[in-house]
């Protein structure tokens, strides 16, 4: 049974997964139907932005289904290819993820939370990576997490497995932005109509040669980055629409091709 559903919305792709009385843990089936939604979108010119959500307002997600474990003869990697396939189809989608975080985040959904480009947390979220207490040495999380909010922070969310707020999370950079409870939906809302309203062209772009740069020196992401806005300056479309458009004081109308 897939424990999430698909919607789509004003150019934008939502992924909810729904299962509350698990505190949304998210099952091998469902992550494998968000792999292949995720490709659905990828292909889609309508779908400009995807959100990862959840019912309710328990939990994002405690992470993967532990009842699960002693089914495949705790055998990690059963879980970790699965994973592994889910966020490099986020990295590589080519537009856009915002998770919406509220409630419970641990584990896995730390994991999940960490992999999409934007993350928009309820003050009073709880999120940490307690996997440390299954005896779990996490992967995922720490070169992210280096990269985010140094040594130390990582040494203690992972050694430790203690939970943070989502408004500390927002003040150590966790996070994007962390707003009240009662402003989650408004403020994901507002970064979806503000995203979707971008060229889908430039947005790729610059998610695809962001994520490059974090492999190289800064003298190597500079060269790699003007090469890219070069090209496209000189290739595409938007470059002169939206000039054309700032010029004549109007909206910009992106094509996509």
């Given amino acids: 049974m897939v424990n999430a559903s698909f919607e789509r919305e004003n150019h934008a792709a939502y992924v909810t997964i729904e ?3 698990k505190l949304n843990a998210v099952d091998s089936e469902t992550k494998q139907a968000i792999i292949e939604k995720l490709d659905e979108y990828r292909e889609d010119d309508d779908v400009r932005a995807v959100v ?8 994002f997600s405690a992470g993967g289904d532990v009842q699960e474990i002693p089914d495949v003869d705790y055998s990690l990697s059963y879980f970790t290819e699965t994973w592994e396939a889910l966020f490099s189809k986020m990295r590589d989608l080519g537009m856009p993820t915002i998770a919406k975080v509220d409630g419970i985040t641990l584990g896995g959904g730390f994991d999940l939370m960490l992999h999409t480009d934007f993350v928009v947390a309820a003050d ?14 996490n ?9 985010q909010v ?18 500390e999370a927002a003040e150590i950079g966790l996070v994007t932005r962390s707003v ?16 979707v309203n971008k060229s889908p062209r430039v947005l790729k772009k610059l998610k695809e040669g962001i994520y490059a ?23 595409d479309p938007d470059y002169r629409e939206g000039v054309d458009a700032h010029l004549e004081d109007r909206d910009p109308e992106w094509y996509v091709d």
């Fill in 19 to 21: 299962r509350e009385e």
């Fill in 52 to 59: 990862l959500q959840s019912a309710g307002d328990r939990a």
């Fill in 124 to 137: 009073d979220a709880r999120i940490g990576q307690p996997e440390v207490d299954l005896g779990i040495v």
């Fill in 139 to 147: 992967h995922f999380s720490p070169p992210m997490l280096l990269q």
């Fill in 150 to 167: 140094g040594v130390r922070k990582t040494l203690e969310l992972m050694m430790t497995g203690e939970t943070i707020s989502g408004s």
């Fill in 180 to 195: 009240p409870a009662d402003r989650l939906d408004d403020e994901v809302d507002e970064l979806v109509e503000t995203l």
């Fill in 213 to 235: 740069s974090t492999n190289m020196s800064p003298d190597a992401a500079k060269v790699h980055l003007e090469t890219v806005s070069l090209e496209a300056a000189r290739n």
